[in-house]
């Protein structure tokens, strides 16, 4: 069923180290009381919640009758003004064991009904879980870490993060602990600590992609580009070829790079083709696994 409008609900709730873990809340207009399944949406490595086309992706989402809860998780870098990184302290210490946490965190508060619709009912029991790149690559040990998640869509998905280190910064680690990243957007040059690097490696059996994805047995979907320029399309073939599930399926896109043809901020009227295709395929996935 096709909805004509969406709520949408912002809030926050506490990470396992105190702070915020904002989102987004995108509900159908249902009638009062429905139970609808629910899609966490998890950003990449510089992204958020509001970037490019994400928002009007979750919104369509929601309009196919699924409840969306996009978030910030709490060491992206982005404050109160969710589109800019200034709180560079927190980027800088940014780990994926509190990526993986913050999601933990959101899935408890929906539980607990801390994160609740006004109309709808949001049901636990049919819950997915959709990633862009780093995102991706954490939805798979999200997936593999909390049974709650029954589905599992990524986007241009990183395999294997600890093989995105380069020399020069497990080198400026081990020299001056940290190591500056620039945002290609922007120009700012953001500096990443060596807690990002050692708890990688020191726990790569619970939060390296390519090794979660061998204990998952649930639907899973992975969508790239072929013209991927920042994660090969061969990451997405590696966790496909790995996932055990019996209903998998891998999706390359044509004349799509690592957004899928859409940019920051998207002022367009229509998603780009190789971005629509894409969240067809994402709503066409978790209609049939979620419903």
């Not at 180290?17 to 139970?35: C, F, I, K, N």
């Not at 970037?51 to 009007?56: C, K």
């Not at 408890?108 to 862009?132: N, P, Q, S, Y």
């Not at 190789?274 to 979620?290: C, I, K, M, Q, R």
Request: glycine share 6%; aromatic share 8%.
């Amino acid at each position: 069923m096709s909805y004509s409008s969406v709520l949408k609900k912002r809030g926050e709730i506490a990470s396992s180290e105190g702070l915020p873990v904002r989102y987004d809340l995108l509900t159908p207009s249902a009638m009062s009381g429905t139970a609808v399944p629910v899609i966490l949406f998890i950003h990449g490595f510089k992204g958020f919640k509001d970037w490019g086309a994400f928002p009007d992706a979750c919104d369509e989402l929601a309009r196919a009758g699924f409840a969306v809860a996009a978030i910030n998780l709490s060491l992206n870098g982005t404050g109160e003004e969710l589109t800019e990184f200034s709180r560079p302290d927190l980027f800088r210490r940014q780990t994926l064991t509190q990526d993986l946490e913050d999601i933990g965190s959101v899935i408890e508060a929906i539980k607990r009904k801390e994160i609740f619709a006004d109309k709808v009912l949001l049901d636990t029991d049919r819950m997915g879980i959709l990633g862009h790149s780093r995102g991706g690559h954490t939805a798979v040990a999200a997936a593999a870490e909390y049974a709650e998640i029954h589905c599992l869509v990524t986007w241009a998905a990183v395999a294997d993060y600890n093989s995105r280190w380069s020399a020069q910064m497990i080198t400026d680690w081990e020299e001056k602990g940290t190591t500056e990243i620039i945002n290609s957007r922007t120009g700012e040059v953001l500096l990443l600590d060596r807690i990002t690097y050692d708890d990688s490696m020191q726990n790569a059996s619970r939060l390296m992609a390519i090794r979660r994805v061998k204990e998952l047995y649930i639907p899973s979907m992975f969508i790239a580009g072929k013209n991927d320029e920042s994660v090969p399309a061969l990451d997405s073939e590696r966790l496909y070829r790995e996932s055990p599930a019996e209903e998998k399926e891998i999706r390359l896109i044509n004349n799509a790079g690592h957004t899928f043809q859409v940019s920051h901020p998207f002022e367009e009227d229509d998603f780009p083709e190789a971005f629509s295709e894409v969240l067809d395929l994402t709503e066409g996935w978790f209609s049939d696994h979620l419903r």
